[in-house]
């Protein structure tokens, strides 16, 4: 029996078995890796599809074979590991995006946090972390087996040192994965919340993804900064003041996000207390770009303040639901 047999057979057995059993899909991915270290052409990649499935997959063999390659990218992947380039954190972060949008569906997942915001407005901070948020706690047993995947692989790539796993997901504890490099860590942080509203899709260099709406994630870190978060989080004070220098922001739409994040009004941070604590932990922020850990320059916490003061306040008056946020003028109209 060849190697494009044993991979047919392979796939047979795994769909017998709803995709679910780990051990196929590491044999699986172990065979496909000895067959691509021998090269492949399309010819091979047609052996290896079952045939009662093949005109699933289009009507000629080379549709067939581009639509198989597309549901199993790690046909792709595997091929690509000795060229693929992970020198650095960027790109890492970017590998693990292209393959969890992958594995799991794009529309299963919607992308936040500053790895999207670095893709929005380029090299604003330095993130250690790939966010994001699914709707169905189901799926997180799905997600727990491409980071299992994601760490295999970074191990044997000698990417990473080790990695762990958070077991679960709910509505107050996030899920992900640690990968632990020399001397810091990076990670993929899982969220658990809804995603009937302010999620829009972006267009990355490896393909289109679903991500927090700019008015999605603002609500977000206001959320945050109306709580006593805060002073751990300043960071999102940083964030916002930056978005909302470079978009222009839907009130109606950023109104339905902080409702559904249920932002509490009366913690804003307006008081003389709170905001000398919030100057004190701002000072303190640092802000990285790119691969270096040299701190740079962020603007004054005053000038922050004054920006976020004059987007903030409309919102909690309740007087910006039917007004834009124009960047360019920088104010509600």
């Not at 250690?128 to 169905?136: E, G, Q």
């Not at 000698?158 to 899920?175: A, C, H, P, Q």
Request: proline share 2%; hydrophobic share 40%.
């Amino acid at each position: 029996m060849g190697v494009s047999d044993a991979i047919r057979n392979s796939f047979i057995i795994l769909k017998k078995m709803n995709f679910r059993c780990k051990l196929v899909l590491n044999i699986i991915n172990i065979i496909i890796e000895s067959w691509c270290l021998m090269g492949q052409d399309d010819n091979d990649i047609y052996k290896c599809i079952p045939e009662s499935d093949r005109k699933l997959y289009g009507d000629t063999v080379e549709e067939q074979c581009k639509n198989f390659l597309e549901k199993y990218p790690q046909f792709q992947m595997k091929s690509m590991d000795k060229s693929l380039d992970l020198s650095t954190d960027d790109k890492i972060m970017d590998y693990i995006v292209q393959t969890i949008t992958n594995e799991l569906g794009a529309k299963n997942l919607a992308y936040k946090g500053g790895y999207i915001l670095n893709k929005r407005i380029p090299n604003i901070r330095k993130t250690f972390d790939v966010d994001f948020s699914i709707a169905n706690r189901e799926l997180y047993e799905d997600v727990k087996h491409v980071l299992h995947d994601l760490g295999d692989f970074f191990v044997s790539q000698k990417v990473i040192e080790s990695y762990r796993v958070k077991d679960y997901v709910n509505e107050t504890k996030s899920g992900g994965i640690k990968f632990k490099r020399e001397g810091y860590e990076l990670g993929v942080d899982v969220g658990l919340h809804p995603l009937a509203i302010g999620i829009t899709s972006l267009t990355l260099e490896f393909g289109e993804v679903f991500a927090f709406s700019i008015e999605r994630s603002i609500a977000d870190k206001i959320a945050v900064l109306c709580s006593r978060k805060r002073f751990r989080r300043v960071k999102d004070l940083y964030d916002i003041y930056m978005m909302i220098r470079h978009f222009n922001v839907e009130g109606k739409l950023l109104c339905e996000c902080l409702e559904l994040r249920q932002v509490e009004w009366n913690e804003y941070p307006d008081d003389e207390e709170t905001l000398t604590q919030l100057a004190f932990a701002y000072h303190k922020l640092n802000i990285y770009r790119g691969d270096s850990m040299i701190s740079m320059m962020k603007p004054e916490f005053e000038e922050v303040m004054i920006l976020f003061s004059i987007f903030c306040k409309p919102l909690c008056d309740g007087v910006a639901q039917n007004q834009l946020w124009d960047c360019e003028v920088k104010g509600w109209k």
